[in-house]
């Protein structure tokens, strides 16, 4: 199956500093998912993306779907320490009911 | 509450042995998902059904079974014919009338020994 490219693969950063990441596809996509894991945990869903070109914000999360349709973008600011865990993309092809994973990006705060 | 129950969180397996995750749901949902997660990989699809008494095979099928008996229950059966069944298991359902969107259980880990 296919799979997104996500990048960064981890990322160290200080508490209050800004994030960004994302995801890119050699395919259309028609809806743009961003989720959250924590350790041991099933992901929860932070934002999610229907149009090109929408810009989509949940507090300090703010999410992109790409113009091109081929990629999303997910910046967290002024991060704080419950910010630590895995981030997911998602990606649902035109006609097709099943998502594309990402394979996360993984945000640890450094003390 | 309404969600979606895993069970067992946790499940050590002897080699040969076949075990059966259960994944329950109060959400109404229709669509019912199975996915597998191992260390720095995407999550892959297992099994999936839209409708009770229906279902197919995701990306990563092979040795692993399925059943929709009833619209809340959609347990995963990982058989002794799966080579490395020790993994992070998430079940998943989706509200194909409403955002469309997937909501997660919180997982299951099978380690075999």
């Known amino acids: 199956g296919q799979q997104l490219n996500q990048s960064p693969q981890s990322m160290f950063i200080q508490e209050g500093e800004d994030v960004s990441m994302n995801c890119t596809s050699s395919?259309?996509?028609?809806?743009w998912l961003w989720y959250k894991q924590d350790p041991g945990e099933g992901p929860v869903l932070l934002i999610a993306?229907?149009?090109?070109?929408e810009l989509t914000s949940n507090g300090r999360l703010t999410a992109q779907f790409g113009i091109t349709r081929k990629d999303s973008f997910l910046n967290i600011s002024a991060s704080i320490p419950s910010d630590v865990g895995i981030y997911f993309c998602?990606?649902?092809?035109?006609?097709?009911?099943?998502?594309?994973f990402g394979t996360g990006t993984r945000l640890t705060i450094i003390p | 509450d309404g969600g979606i129950t895993q069970s067992p969180k946790y499940l050590f397996r002897k080699e040969g042995q076949n075990v059966t995750l259960s994944c329950e749901q109060n959400?109404?949902?229709?669509?019912m998902y199975w996915y597998r997660q191992d260390p720095g990989q995407g999550l892959r699809l297992i099994y999936y059904?839209?409708?009770?008494?229906?279902?197919q095979k995701g990306d990563i099928a092979e040795g692993y079974s399925v059943s929709r008996e009833k619209k809340e229950s959609f347990p995963l059966t990982v058989t002794s014919a799966q080579k490395n069944p020790t993994a992070f298991y998430l079940c998943?359902?989706?509200?194909?009338?409403?955002?469309?969107?997937?909501?997660f259980g919180a997982g299951s880990r099978l380690t075999v020994l």
């Open positions: 059904s839209q409708i009770v008494n229906d279902f």
């Open positions: 998943a359902t989706v509200d194909t009338s409403g955002a469309n969107v997937l909501t």
């Open positions: 959400l109404n949902h229709d669509a």
């Open positions: 998602a990606g649902r092809l035109f006609g097709n009911e099943k998502l594309t």
């Open positions: 395919s259309i996509f028609n809806t």
């Open positions: 993306l229907y149009k090109a070109g």
